[in-house]
């Protein structure tokens, strides 16, 4: 398994000041990708912690979630927000914005565990993700929480093209792709969470998140970032 990096207090503050910064760019370019992004960030962290990680650790994993689609906002609106299917072209457009993102990062000297968790958080457990077609435990741990993370908040969420489905239905789906998109550890993890929590989907608006209920892992909030 790759080695989760830790950073000290001095680069934590560094990264949430970026971090804080650039979710403002995407909540003034995208709000759905904004609010997607906040839900991700709460999911993953809760995830990070029912597996075990320190709670700081947890709440980088939240700061990377809160950028992960970062380059969508480069991508140009037709693309971004078209609701019917998507060209080759179009798609491979889009399929850069883990690049974008992580290169964005990276010249605002963002620490590695969050440039890399957005470099590969489409990468698939059996290697037939991008952008580099990582396979298993080369994927970096952090981009497989996250990937679980996003695409259960993708389930689980109305798009124009969609209706959401229930907690049940997207842990039946992120089930059926254990071990071919995602890492089976990571969701068995997930499931025992999500069985574990009732009430588990975050609530769909922009104000801040409820208090953490006892007994329960940290929830990233916002408010975090605010100083
Ligand atoms: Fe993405």
Redesign the pocket.
């Known amino acids: 398994m790759a080695l989760v990096e830790h950073m000290n207090t001095e680069t934590r503050r560094s990264a949430q000041r970026i971090v804080g910064a650039l979710a403002k760019s995407i909540r003034e370019r995208d709000r759905i990708t904004y609010e997607h992004s906040r839900r991700v960030a709460t999911y993953a962290q809760r995830l990070a912690r029912s597996m075990g990680w320190p709670r700081k650790l947890a709440y980088d994993l939240a700061l990377s979630a809160l950028v ?2 970062l ?2 906002t480069w991508i140009e609106n037709e693309v971004l927000h078209k609701e019917s299917a998507l060209s080759t072209q179009e798609r491979t457009l889009m399929e850069r ?2 690049q974008i ?1 992580a290169r964005i990062l990276e010249m605002y000297g963002a620490p590695r565990l969050i440039v890399e968790a957005v470099l590969h ?2 990468e698939a457990f059996d290697g037939r993700g991008y952008p580099d077609r990582l396979t298993g435990d080369t994927i970096p741990i952090a981009a497989r929480l996250l990937s679980v993370a ?1 695409t259960f908040d993708a389930l689980t969420s109305e798009r124009p093209y969609k209706a959401a489905l229930d907690c049940q239905q997207a842990a039946a789906h992120i089930q059926s792709s254990a071990g071919t998109y995602f890492d089976p550890w990571v969701v068995a993890a997930f499931l025992a969470l999500l069985e574990s929590w009732p009430d588990f989907l975050v609530p769909r608006h922009a104000a801040p998140l409820p208090p953490e209920p006892a007994a329960r892992p940290n929830i990233w909030s916002h408010d975090d970032l605010a100083g």
Request: glycine share 20%.
């Open positions: 992960h689609d380059g969508k914005h883990p993102g958080h489409h996003d």
